[in-house]
């Protein structure tokens, strides 16, 4: 085995170029921190005592027999949005099993959440730490969770103080992709359907703005109701926008549903998917795959928010004086069928049937 040395004093820049990892991947192994293979971890501790770089002992980032409850809003949990967020479960549960510690899901009346039902919640799971999952709570439950000292972390949340670590896809540079997508398309007069009701959903708005802003293309927000079945009422909302013909050629939706809503307005009105008019979705949901065409949106990887939620409650245990963590998990592009450059470039006025 070959071994390392330095003339001077090391630094973790030189720990990451003898180890080939990067220097945040350093720092990570050696402030003890959870996510990094065996293997990797090894070789970083190797490198560093072998080049003399004072490692100093921390507290253990995986704590045993760690108890952490899951509040889930129970009209997301019940409704279209199920399957997003048993996906960021069965990731909460995966890390938690994998660290021996234990996840207890809980649904919730978000709307109302108070810091005496968490009490309770705390008191009769025993648990030590609080996800918050799809959860923004208000300014005196947040103050209560301060004052409290209990390790809590937003999941597919945005903390817009950074008091609480947090975790969501990138929501602004997702939408903002999904945007160019339609514009690089042909688009000029696209729509945005939204409910704007959570940080992480104006994110979306945001991205969709920025993007159209930096094309100069036509733009009009359609806002739903917070509380619709947004299908549904998707459809509706589209149906209005058809009836007053203002030559809008394309659609992107806040999730997957309401591009469903959406298309099916476009159907009763015999428009022709992407021909006529361009749909694009968010969240890649099992409904992207089962509408024809097929639905481009994009995709969020569920489980990897709610594995790196459980490390990012290990870490704030382990330490609660760390800074807070925003963390931005990358979303992708999924192909389908529902955008292609428009058969022809209306006029001012004029929507193709």
């Not at 003890?32 to 507290?59: C, H, W």
């Not at 160019?180 to 979306?204: K, V």
């Not at 021909?275 to 969240?283: E, I």
């Amino acid at each position: 085995m070959t071994r390392v040395s330095l003339s001077r004093r090391p630094r973790q820049t030189d720990i990451a170029r003898f180890a080939g990892v990067s220097v945040s991947t350093v720092s990570r192994v050696l402030a003890n921190e959870p996510g990094i293979s065996t293997n990797v971890r090894d070789q970083v501790i190797r490198i560093a005592s072998e080049l003399g770089y004072n490692i100093r002992p921390v507290p253990s980032a995986q704590p045993q027999n760690q108890r952490s409850v899951a509040l889930i809003p129970v009209d997301q949990a019940t409704g279209g949005l199920g399957m997003f967020y048993e996906g960021i479960l069965s990731g909460l549960r995966g890390a938690a099993s994998r660290s021996g510690g234990t996840l207890l899901p809980r649904l919730v009346r978000s709307s109302s959440l108070k810091a005496s039902e968490l009490k309770h919640t705390l008191s009769e799971t025993d648990a030590t730490g609080i996800f918050l999952v799809g959860i923004d709570p208000p300014e005196d439950l947040c103050g209560w969770l301060i004052e409290s000292k209990i390790p809590t972390v937003w999941v597919n949340g945005n903390d817009p103080d950074l008091q609480f670590d947090c975790v969501s896809p990138a929501n602004f540079y997702g939408a903002r992709l999904a945007t160019q997508h339609l514009i690089a398309a042909g688009h000029q007069r696209i729509l945005h359907f939204t409910m704007s009701h959570r940080h992480t959903i104006r994110e979306r708005v945001r991205g969709f703005e920025a993007a159209a802003a930096k094309n100069g293309v036509t733009t009009r927000i359609v806002q739903l109701p917070s509380a619709s079945r947004t299908s549904m009422e998707a459809c509706e909302a589209m149906e209005a926008v058809l009836r007053d013909d203002q030559g809008f050629t394309a659609a992107f939706c806040m999730n997957d549903m309401m591009a469903v809503g959406v298309m099916e307005a476009l159907t009763n009105h015999h428009f022709s998917i992407p021909r006529d008019f361009a749909v694009m979705g968010f969240d890649d949901l099992p409904c992207a795959s089962m509408t024809m065409p097929r639905l481009t949106t994009m995709h969020v990887d569920r489980e990897a928010i709610g594995q790196e939620a459980y490390y990012l409650m290990q870490r704030r245990i382990a330490d609660p004086g760390a800074e807070p963590r925003k963390v931005e998990l990358a979303v992708r592009l999924v192909e389908g069928a529902t955008v292609q450059a428009p058969s022809k470039q209306p006029e001012d006025g004029e929507l193709s049937a």
